[in-house]
């Protein structure tokens, strides 16, 4: 049995999903395996702090990964890369 993820691995799946290219909310949530309600909260908090954009493409809401996303992104993966150790 594997060990449940804390809050920051799930926005750092969530945000690795969206820089992958999965743009749409349900191959997101299967992709970061989330219920949905788990999902829009995280995806809201990622677009309040500004770190996820959504884009409106044929009535649909899209999310895309923002340049500020990307560099928390990075800084993130580094530091967990390093205290996982």
Known sequence: MSKKRSRLE???EVLKV????YSKPTNIMYKSNLSWITLQ???GSLV????????EKNGRKLYVITAKGKSVLSSLEEAYTILSV
């Open 10 to 12: 799930i926005y750092l």
């Open 18 to 21: 969206i820089r992958a290219g």
């Open 48 to 55: 309040e702090k500004g770190l996820v954009a959504v884009v």
């Open 41 to 43: 909260e995280i995806l």
